[in-house]
């Protein structure tokens, strides 16, 4: 299984991103997409998960500026970002799981600063 993150980069405080995982699964057989971030450092930490169409969970952290959503046909899911801050720097993994095993990317990198 690969999954392939997108869209990091360079923003300013207050600006937004929109991060996309794409993964080489049928929709069909992936039960829940997540995002993770990690700073060097420190421990990979949850940031927001969507289970089936539209159950989605978000860490306190994140809740009411990121949202997570996923492709109704395809092993794809987004995160979108909004209102960043400096803390929300890190390198940003993508996690599938499909039939009770974890699937990883190799993660794309957000930095936020002015």
């Given at each position: 299984?690969?999954?392939?993150?997108?869209?990091?980069?360079?923003?300013?405080?207050?600006?937004?991103?929109?991060?996309?995982?794409?993964?080489?699964?049928?929709?069909?057989?992936?039960?829940?997409?997540?995002?993770?971030?990690?700073?060097?450092?420190?421990?990979?930490?949850?940031?927001?998960?969507?289970?089936?169409?539209?159950?989605?969970?978000?860490?306190?952290?994140?809740?009411?500026?990121?949202?997570?959503?996923?492709?109704?046909?395809?092993?794809?899911?987004?995160?979108?970002?909004?209102?960043?801050?400096?803390?929300?720097?890190?390198?940003?993994?993508?996690k599938v799981m499909s039939y009770?095993?974890?699937?990883?990317?190799?993660?794309?990198?957000?930095?936020?600063?002015?």
């Amino acid at each position: 299984v690969q999954l392939v993150e997108s869209g990091g980069g360079l923003v300013q405080p207050g600006g937004s991103l929109r991060l996309s995982c794409v993964a080489s699964l049928s929709v069909l057989d992936t039960d829940a997409m997540a995002w993770y971030r990690q700073v060097p450092g420190n421990q990979r930490e949850f940031v927001a998960s969507v289970t089936g169409p539209s159950s989605t969970n978000y860490a306190d952290s994140v809740k009411g500026r990121f949202t997570i959503s996923r492709h109704s046909t395809r092993s794809t899911a987004y995160l979108q970002m909004n209102s960043l801050k400096p803390e929300d720097t890190g390198v940003y993994y993508c996690k599938v799981m499909s039939y009770g095993m974890e699937h990883w990317g190799k993660g794309t990198l957000v930095t936020v600063s002015s």
